[in-house]
């Protein structure tokens, strides 16, 4: 197939999957919100087809049955991944819809998840595995807005830089740990408690990136209109008026930020699917 009819295949399998998931859930995107959507789709396929004509096992339900928390609840852990074997190696990718860098700056925390999947996959069901590692979707904002310029040129140069693969790396001795702080927010939940971060932790800036926790994190958090720190936060930036105040609270980013957020109820599950069906062809 050429490069055209690829592009039209993934267009024909977005449409599908929108209409299904518009007549589900009984929301539309805007044009523009479905066209970046759609982006985010051909250039996925554009950067990783070759590892998307490799998945040999697609969409793997782990799971980790029969745990336990401190307060004696019973509960299970559950995943997702894909697995690719390819010259005796194994390869076990967990797809997430998230910025790559981000990942990278916050390892330890999808090392965590990634590792009790490893877990299962290796000691319940004895199979082997060589590597894991996390494929973030989410295109670059360099990316983005080359694409939206329509420069071939600034889009095959951003393209090229783009690094969605992050190795995470296998450390058995950190499952038990893991497996407890799943069951500690199991309790958590079941008690009811969610404590908002304290206003210092919204003030933060990313490690590794000039953001705040308030912009990454509680821009994309609906709770935040009922949230005493995010609140407390809004008025540290001197937001004295009600007109002001509620400004803040309607604020869902730039225009990129608020069509991703729109473009996430295609689901990231939804996005591999797609490339998957075009691979299989």
């Not at 399998?13 to 007549?23: A, P, Q």
């Not at 997430?96 to 925390?109: A, F, G, M």
């Not at 694409?147 to 450390?171: A, C, H, T, Y």
């Not at 950190?174 to 908002?196: G, L, N, Q, R, Y």
Request: glycine share 4%; aromatic share 10%; charged share 35%.
């Amino acid at each position: 197939m050429t490069d055209k009819e690829i592009e039209i295949k993934l267009r024909e399998y977005f449409e599908e999957n929108y209409e299904l998931l518009r007549l589900e859930g009984g929301h539309a995107l805007t044009d523009e919100a479905k066209q970046n959507a759609f982006n985010q789709i051909l250039y996925y396929w554009k950067k990783l087809n070759h590892i998307a004509k490799k998945v040999t096992d697609t969409e793997v339900k782990l799971t980790l049955p029969e745990q336990v928390t401190p307060k004696g609840r019973k509960f299970s852990i559950e995943g997702v991944v894909d697995i690719v074997r390819e010259d005796e190696e194994t390869w076990m990718y967990d797809i997430k819809s998230h910025d790559p860098e981000y990942v990278r700056t916050h390892i330890d925390l999808y090392e965590k998840q990634l590792n009790v999947y490893s877990y299962i996959w290796q000691n319940l069901r004895k199979n082997n595995l060589d590597h894991t590692a996390i494929i973030a979707t989410t295109l670059p904002l360099p990316l983005r807005t080359a694409i939206q310029s329509g420069d071939e040129n600034q889009i095959d140069s951003e393209l090229s830089k783009w690094e969605p693969i992050v190795d995470i790396p296998f450390r058995e001795e950190h499952i038990k740990e893991t497996i407890k702080d799943f069951a500690c927010v199991v309790d958590k939940i079941e008690d009811s408690e969610f404590s908002p971060p304290p206003l210092k932790k919204l003030e933060e800036k990313i490690e590794g990136t000039n953001i705040r926790f308030a912009t990454r994190i509680c821009r994309n958090c609906d709770a935040r209109f009922s949230c005493s720190s995010f609140r407390d936060y809004v008025q540290s930036l001197g937001a004295k008026t009600y007109s002001q105040f509620k400004k803040y609270f309607e604020d869902l980013g730039d225009d990129f930020e608020t069509e991703e957020w729109k473009g996430a109820n295609l689901n990231v599950d939804k996005i591999e699917n797609i490339v998957l069906n075009l691979a299989a062809e």
